[in-house]
């Protein structure tokens, strides 16, 4: 593949198509990177905050094994689900990520105790 081909992440599509798009995006940065080992990746940003990146995201972190654990900010996904709904919720982060105004909340260390006396790292969601 060309160096100068994009990758045309502001291409529409349908919400059903939005895995097969992230697919395909991932397919050709995969073989871009292949191909030329030394080849940098200037622009993956538009591919970070794309809608179907960001539903898919989504959708991984709903079908976790936690998804029913609150996260950082307090929300589980059926809260999302209920209280905000996805198209909304994924709309107003992709606003923060274009805007550069997203700040994710901080995460607590916590010690987790082991057999013998040890204790490893944890982290836990702090409080909102």
Excluded: Y
């Excluded at 871009?32 to 989504?58: E, I, K, M, Q, Y």
């Amino acid at each position: 593949m060309p160096k100068d081909a994009l990758v045309n992440a502001s291409a529409p599509g349908p919400v059903v198509g939005s895995w097969s798009r992230v697919s395909e995006m991932q397919a050709k940065l995969h073989c871009w990177a292949a191909a030329d080992h030394g080849r940098r990746f200037d622009d993956l940003f538009n591919l970070v905050h794309d809608p179907a990146t960001l539903l898919v995201a989504f959708d991984r972190v709903a079908g976790n094994q936690g998804a029913r654990t609150p996260g950082v900010d307090g929300l589980t996904v059926a809260d999302v689900e209920e209280r905000i709904g996805v198209p909304g919720f994924l709309d107003d982060l992709r606003a923060q990520l274009k805007e550069g105004t997203f700040r994710p909340l901080p995460v607590r260390e916590r010690k987790i105790p082991k057999p013998g006396g040890r204790t490893r790292s944890g982290v836990s969601a702090s409080p909102p």
